[in-house]
T-cell receptor
């Protein structure tokens, strides 16, 4: 089965450090979504890309978060500087918009802890 | 803007009993509706969808959902719950298909009691 791959699966770091999370979408999928999941806020959409161009990043704190797609096989989400309130599970999902009846496919997430 | 309400935080059900997880939605135009399940330390997994056609849709692991346009609901059901069905369940809606922006509900924790 084709899968969305996220690395690292777990990350623990100190406040102020830069954090980079990576996502490899399913081959052929041209839409990539970044979500954040916390107990308090549930599942939040941070940003999404189509054909490597950002379509919507309004859910992302602009001062410290950035998202890019250097190429069609890699999406990155960076936090600099990180803060304890960024502790959450970050999910990447991918899909093909021309196949509107098809669901997004999720990776297993990066569990981030900022000390 | 689209939105989803999942009114219950947790659903407790005895093993072997019917399971229902409720979802109501708000969207402009025709809805694309999805149910996902999340097991501990895993991502969301697709269960089933409603796009058009028969109001009763069947999905993975014996789950089904009924689309009710007049009540704007899309409740998830399973005739006989298993302990392994214990998980977090999310309902989602989009006016333009699953690979466009989805609005997710807050999720419902399902606990199946042996």
């Amino acid at each position: 089965d084709a899968r969305v791959t996220q690395t690292p699966r777990h990350k623990v770091t100190e406040m102020g450090q830069e954090v980079t999370m990576r996502c490899q979408p399913i081959l052929g999928h041209n839409t990539v979504f970044w979500y954040r999941q916390t107990m308090m806020q549930g599942l939040e959409l941070l940003a999404y890309f189509r054909n490597r161009a950002p379509l919507d990043d309004s859910g992302m704190p602009k001062d410290r978060f950035s998202a890019e797609m250097p190429d069609a096989t890699l999406a990155t989400l960076k936090i600099q500087p990180s803060e304890p309130r960024d502790s959450a599970v970050y999910f990447c999902a991918s899909g093909v918009p021309s196949q509107g009846s098809q669901p997004q496919h999720f990776g297993d997430g990066t569990r981030l802890s900022i000390l | 803007a689209q939105s989803v309400a999942q009114p219950e935080d947790q659903v407790n059900v005895a093993e072997g009993n019917p399971l229902t997880v409720k979802c109501t939605y708000s969207v402009s135009g025709n809805p694309y509706l999805f149910w996902y399940v999340q097991y501990p330390n895993r991502g969301l997994q697709f269960l089933l969808k409603y796009i058009t056609g028969d109001n009763l849709v069947k999905g993975s692991y014996g789950f089904e959902a009924e689309f009710n346009k007049s009540q704007t609901s899309f409740h998830l059901k399973k005739p006989s719950a298993l302990v392994s069905d214990s998980a977090l369940y999310f309902c989602a809606v989009s006016p333009r298909g699953g690979n466009n922006r989805l609005a997710f509900g807050k999720g419902n924790q399902v606990v199946v009691i042996p």
